[in-house]
């Protein structure tokens, strides 16, 4: 295991560079899903202030 | 056709000829940056001698991006760009003239004055020949891709500052041959194949980069 | 030219949000088993290399980096010129969802490589390596992309300006891949090209294929996730964006 981790005396390059890659990639996906769920939430904000708007109007007619 | 393409190049060049400081501005500072750099390097004939080709050709490209921004800036703003695509003039051909009138203005005076600055770094004179060359094939290829760059920001309030960030990466292959060209002549070595490519590129950037360029001045009209 | 009939169904946002949403977990996982093999593969199976020994077992994330950097921006180029054309507004979202996935690729390929050149060159960067010139490049071709887009407010001039720089971009790749190459050839220094060697062994390649699928099936993900999220965005006022939402509260 531990002549594993040495990479043939190249751990110093390998690692990095796989660790690298692995943060990029999910750093990616994170800030990808994260996008788009700060937008949803945006249409959800606006939908609910739209509705809330509308409420007190329908009280009054009633 | 021919006549609507005399007519907007010489127009150009009359605004261009009363404005000529605008044009005069990068020579100046393309003369300023190629004197700034044996300054800035330790005194040294032969480590001039050596990167002098692309000093010269790097000085070139920046003060190029210095005029490129009022190619149609001014039109635009004033509003005879949009009379000139209303008009039933081909659209593609009065592109064609205005980018052949920036040319004059900017590429020719930089094909006499590389070779004259390039002298002080002690280029040799075949060299200086294939250097005026390869400027001469390679400065309507800059010109079409600032054209390029002016035409995709003409409607930015500020687009000075993305302009180069657009078109530098496209010019190294120019840079490269144009480099290449001028110091393989330095060497004696033939210079044929970096110039045939030059003017491969310059075929190629007329024959398509007026198309994007209309594109994109239709778009910033809307 | 008029585009097939079926074709329009990827012209409705709420058909495409629905289709991403149903295949992206779909092809994030197969991307995830891929890559997780190819990785397990490339540094486990694989024998050393003879020359340079363990290191090159960068080339397991190095190679399907660069090559995922290059096919995003050809995919970014093609989406941009549909939209240009037939001005679907979808085909823009696609284009807008690749490039910062695209420049992430990029920098990849040029972070593991300049990492892995430090014990092949002994310099991170070697200035006179063609392949790591051009992905620097591209990566200046991604940023002017996404900084013209973030100079427009409007959206739709924003989605046809930067639509005409990446056809000009991806027209001016190979332009540049080749002249970079070109330049190279006449330095006679000492550059010993990493992938050249003798014929590279089944148990050495296999990984290395497994993992440019998986790259690819994670970048597809990666795009159908952004790409949900750039319709949501330009949907913002739609009834059916809005129903999506009330249901799913």
């Known amino acids: ?62 | 056709m021919v006549d609507i393409f005399l007519t907007i190049m010489g127009r150009d060049l009359k605004l261009a000829y009363r404005r000529w400081s605008e044009f005069a501005n990068p020579l100046l500072f393309f003369v300023i940056v190629a004197s700034l750099f044996p300054l800035a390097l330790s005194p040294g004939q032969a480590l001039l001698q050596s990167i002098g080709t692309g000093v010269l050709w790097v000085a070139a490209l920046l003060s190029s991006l210095l005029a490129l921004e009022g190619l149609f800036r001014g039109d635009f703003e004033d509003g005879s760009m949009e009379q000139i695509l209303l008009s039933p003039a081909p659209f593609g051909t009065v592109v064609i003239a205005k980018i052949a009138a920036h040319w004059i203005v900017s590429g020719i005076p930089l094909i006499v004055l590389v070779p004259v600055v390039a002298l002080s770094f002690q280029l040799p004179g075949e060299a200086l020949a294939t250097l005026a060359a390869a400027l001469l094939l390679a400065t309507p290829t800059l010109s079409v891709l600032s054209a390029i760059g002016a035409a995709l920001t003409v409607s930015l309030k500020s687009g000075g500052s993305i302009i180069g960030l657009l078109i530098l990466p496209l010019c190294s292959p120019m840079l490269i041959f144009g480099t290449r060209a001028t110091d393989m002549a330095a060497n004696g070595e033939p210079v044929a194949a970096p110039l045939y490519l030059l003017a491969a590129l310059a075929v190629f950037a007329i024959s398509l980069g007026p198309l994007a360029v209309a594109a994109a001045l239709r778009v910033g009209l809307e | 030219m008029k585009l097939p009939r079926w074709f329009h169904r990827f012209g409705s946002p709420p058909y495409v949000y629905a289709l991403a949403g149903t295949l992206g977990p779909w092809i994030g996982g197969i991307a995830v088993v891929l890559i997780a093999a190819g990785t397990f593969g490339g540094l486990v199976l694989a024998p050393p290399d003879y020359l340079q020994g363990d290191s090159f077992r960068i080339i397991y994330i190095h190679v399907p980096s660069a090559y995922i950097s290059m096919m995003a921006y050809v995919i970014l180029a093609v989406a941009a010129a549909i939209g240009f054309i037939w001005h679907l507004k979808l085909a823009h979202a696609v284009a807008v969802s690749i490039a910062p996935i695209g420049a992430s690729f990029t920098f990849l390929a040029l972070a593991t490589g300049a990492i892995w050149g430090k014990p092949t060159w002994g310099t991170f960067w070697q200035w006179t390596d063609p392949r790591m010139m051009f992905e620097l490049l591209l990566l200046f071709l991604y940023l002017g992309y996404m900084a013209l887009r973030a100079a427009f407010e409007d959206r739709d001039k924003a989605d046809r300006v930067s639509a005409i720089l990446g056809v000009v971009g991806v027209v001016n790749v190979p332009i540049i891949h080749y002249s970079v190459i070109w330049w190279n050839s006449l330095h006679q220094g000492p550059t010993i090209s990493r992938l050249d060697g003798p014929t590279i062994t089944m148990d050495m390649l296999a990984p290395l294929l497994i993992m440019i699928v998986g790259f690819t099936f994670c970048f597809a993900w990666l795009l159908l996730s952004r790409l949900q999220g750039e319709i949501v965005e330009r949907e913002y006022a739609a009834r059916w964006l809005r129903e999506l939402v009330g249901e799913s509260r």
Do not use: C
């Open chain 1, 1 to 62: 295991m531990s002549s594993f981790l040495q990479m043939g005396g190249y751990a110093a390059y390998v690692w990095p560079a796989y660790g690298i890659t692995l943060l990029v990639l999910v750093l990616n996906i994170w800030s990808a899903r994260r996008d788009h769920r700060r937008k949803l939430d945006r249409v959800r904000l606006s939908a609910s202030r739209e509705e809330t708007s509308k409420r007190p109007t329908v009280r009054r007619l009633g």
